[in-house]
């Protein structure tokens, strides 16, 4: 049988040879090949899968800098803690890339590869694995978080409530007699109600991966099944039906109140799902109608009234107001908007006052809201370290469970007790252990935390990120668009030759009216706030790589570079020298008049003005902080002087900015990377942490592990201490689940049973099991109320 698989994909963004000769080299590593049509991106990829998965092989893709055509399938399931087992036997399908699990949502999604098998395929596959799915549309989501009417468990605890309660006053002699018959009758009733919880336990127990399910299946039957003999006459001993029934009492009702937590705990993603939905007026055909905000076109100007959400992302084209837009940034103040900027505005904000006309851009699955909805569901996906851990040891532990339940059996009939006795305290065993806050512990906690984040305007794509963030020493930065704002603004005027400087900007705003280039919209945009008014020139010729030479109102004016000015043999006096040698760093542009220089312009790129405090933040952190940049030296050791950062490297290509995370991470150091642009998608794809800036690129977006959607660097200090609390809350979740089994495992086996006569009987080791569950629940649900301990300080930006 050949060891060598063959699938074919499509490669994304090939186009030439020496594409191709990338990702060989990469795959060359995992003892792949590849033979590439360059023309359609369809791909053979041949590899040994002793030795690589699809997913190493996709993975090796993307890091030559390239991505496979990939399609994703949500399904809901209820694979109970067999969630590990699940994934990886997924995982394994034909044409899989990678399958995510979240016991919290009870969703799965499956990657996987159009070109080698079909969706429906997929599924059928995964059913032969002995899973029952279903497609999960916003029925199915529905369903998951509307699970189980409260009829059915609120009855089970009620009867066994019943039997525990009866059978407590017999004890004590508070009631007479009661019949055994009764309490059979009332464990019988209680099983029938969980009989969905029964068919799952058997069932994993049946595949040879049992859960908690199974653990309390077996306990209630087998004491159900014991009294129901003993009660016949065909065993000996006392029977004790109201353990059965107080088992699946306790344990049916606690699920749901877990349930019902988790669904409150997950409130926040249901409440931006809603911001979808609704209904919107469109101006066509010079009529207001109103329309389902699903048939809303890229195009359409939506009319926004105040008090109204709005329902596509767009430009104002028509009147004024104020949007809160704190769903986005966290900030709670409105936001004024107003057609004359054409001010963007994005979908689930509210316009608080004004009126609005908006020309859409993006609608539904489109929009910036749509984009974190997806996002944050996808966080529960991804699981940190220490939770894929926990994943494997609830595995162990229910196996280990089974075995000193049979033990315990064992024991007490050696020991001489009855066999009533001895299966008491195995059914004891099996009901008072708890696997289940192990699988839910920080699945729930993540869940909690990446909608938190994104209130704080980070968007988090796993629940890794929680766990890397914290564990991140070395940040590099990227420098336009992250620690600085990447628009440029007249800093200062500097006159020559007796012009003013209104003289200089009013000559040099009307050379550079008809250029978009960003010096160019610096000088107009300065010109407006300073009120001076620009003249229309009379001809206007650009000079590649200098600058602009333009007639206004009679005179030659050059705007540009020192180079322009040598050219037009213009002569700079010693003081202009002098000026742009004080100032290296900064954009200078010279202008000149009818051949004589009338001054000089400094146009920096502004540091955002949170940039100075995160930088202090993550030092007292001790994490090292790094400047990367593709500008030259002057004008990023600039910007490092100003914000106290030691490390700075300049002049770099995207590929130097890859190879410089690659260098650091090589050395030990576990290396975030945030940046903005195209050219930073490598290095922010590369590093152990990539945070895109959220008005970045499009493909540095994609590539980030996070997304900055606040544009807003204060969100990274914000989201590493989140990332604490999340540790935090993770260790006791787990420290809780494992003292809680540590300390009632050996109780319910009967350690005191003979020293003390204290024994915990099924049915309130279950009452103790179910507690334990829904503190973990309780626990997880608390990080509602976190708070950034950060506050950002009023501060102005220092000037680059």
């Not at 030795?51 to 390239?66: C, E, H, M, P, S």
């Not at 077996?218 to 099944?225: C, G, M, P, R, Y």
């Not at 606040?710 to 935090?728: I, M, Q, Y």
């Amino acid at each position: 049988m050949s060891s060598v698989a063959e699938e074919k994909v499509r490669v994304v963004g090939v186009d030439c040879p020496a594409c191709s000769v990338a990702i060989q080299r990469r795959l060359a590593g995992l003892g792949a090949s590849i033979d590439i049509d360059l023309v359609t991106g369809e791909a053979l990829v041949r590899f040994d899968p002793r030795k690589a998965t699809l997913r190493d092989v996709a993975r090796a893709i993307r890091d030559a800098g390239y991505d496979v055509e990939k399609r994703s399938l949500t399904l809901l399931v209820d694979v109970g803690e067999e969630a590990a087992r699940f994934e990886a036997a997924v995982a394994r399908v034909r044409g899989v890339f990678e399958c995510r699990y979240s016991p919290v949502t009870k969703l799965a999604r499956v990657v996987y590869n159009p070109y080698s098998i079909t969706e429906k395929e997929l599924v059928e596959e995964i059913e032969k694995l002995g899973f029952k799915v279903s497609r999960a549309g916003e029925e199915a989501v529905k369903e998951v978080e509307e699970r189980g009417a409260p009829l059915a468990p609120l009855a089970s605890f009620a009867l066994g409530l019943a039997a525990v309660t009866l059978h407590a006053g017999e004890a004590f002699a508070l009631i007479p007699h009661v019949h055994e018959a009764l309490y059979a009758a009332l464990a019988a009733l209680v099983l029938l109600l969980n009989a969905r919880l029964l068919n799952n336990g058997f069932r994993a127990l049946a595949r040879r991966s049992p859960t908690m399910d199974s653990l309390v299946a077996l306990s209630s039957t087998v004491t159900f099944a014991y009294s129901a003999l003993a009660m016949l006459g065909a065993a000996h001993g006392a029977t004790f039906f109201e353990a059965s029934a107080g088992v699946l009492g306790f344990v049916s009702a606690g699920k749901y109140l877990e349930e019902r937590l988790k669904a409150r705990a997950l409130q926040s993603i249901r409440e931006l799902v809603e911001l979808q939905r609704g209904r919107a007026r469109v101006v066509r055909d010079g009529s207001v109608l109103e329309v389902d905000s699903s048939e809303l076109k890229v195009g359409d100007i939506v009319e926004v009234r105040a008090g109204e959400l709005i329902s596509v992302d767009g430009v104002v084209v028509e009147g004024w107001g104020y949007v809160d837009e704190s769903t986005f940034t966290g900030e709670p103040v409105p936001r004024f908007k107003t057609a004359e900027r054409r001010d963007p505005v994005l979908a689930g904000t509210l316009l608080t006052s004004g009126f609005l006309r908006v020309m859409a851009t993006r609608v539904g699955r489109d929009t910036n809201l749509a984009y974190i909805i997806e996002t944050v569901k996808e966080a529960q996906f991804r699981k940190p370290g220490f939770q894929r851990l926990a994943d494997r040891l609830v595995g162990y532990l229910t196996w280990a469970v089974l075995m000193l339940s049979a033990f315990t059996f064992v024991f007490w009939l050696l020991s001489g007790e009855s066999v009533s006795t001895a299966a008491m305290f195995a059914a004891a065993v099996l009901a008072v252990t708890c696997p289940c806050p192990l699988g839910i512990a920080v699945p729930l906690v993540t869940a909690v935390a990446a909608v938190k984040a994104a209130k704080l305007g980070v968007l988090v794509r796993g629940g890794d990120v929680f766990e890397k963030i914290v564990r991140v020493d070395t940040v590099v930065f990227d420098k336009t668009g992250t620690l600085t704002s990447g628009l440029l603004a007249v800093r200062a005027v500097y006159t020559f030759n007796g012009y003013s400087e209104a003289e200089v900007l009013k000559l040099a705003g009307s050379a550079e009216r008809r250029s978009e280039h960003p010096i160019a919209i610096a000088l107009v945009k300065s010109c407006a706030e300073v009120g001076v008014e620009l003249a229309e020139p009379e001809s206007y010729d650009h000079v590649p790589g200098m600058g602009i030479i333009a007639k206004v109102e009679g005179r030659t004016v050059a705007v540009g570079s020192l180079r322009l000015m040598e050219q037009l043999e213009v002569a700079v006096p010693r003081e202009a020298l002098d000026v742009a040698a004080r100032l290296a760093g900064a954009t200078l542009i010279f202008v000149a008049v009818d051949g004589r220089l009338a001054g000089l312009v400094e146009v920096r790129d502004a540091v955002r003005a949170e940039a100075p405090l995160v930088v202090q933040y993550l030092k007292r952190e001790g994490v090292e902080v790094v400047l990367a940049t593709g500008d030259g030296r002057s004008a990023g050791e600039s910007v490092a002087r100003a914000l106290g950062i030691e490390k700075v490297y300049c002049e770099l290509r995207p590929e130097d900015k890859a190879d410089l995370v690659e260098e650091l991470q090589r050395g030990g150091r576990r290396v975030a990377f945030v940046g903005d642009g195209i050219n930073d998608a490598a290095a922010i794809g590369r590093a152990f942490l990539g945070v895109a800036m959220g008005g970045g690129a499009d493909v540095s977006r994609e590539a980030g592990d996070a997304v900055i959607m606040s544009n807003d660097l204060l969100a990274l200090a914000h989201l590493r201490e989140l990332g604490k609390a999340v540790g935090r809350k993770a260790v006791e979740n787990h420290a809780w689940a494992f003292a809680y089994n540590a300390v009632l495992v050996p109780v319910a086996a009967g350690a005191l049973y003979r020293s003390m006569g204290l024994a915990l009987r099924p049915e309130l080791a279950a009452l103790a099991m179910i507690l334990s569950d829904v503190s973990v629940v309780a626990n997880a649900a608390t990080l509602l109320r976190w708070k950034p301990p950060l506050a950002r300080r009023a501060r102005a930006a220092p000037s680059m």
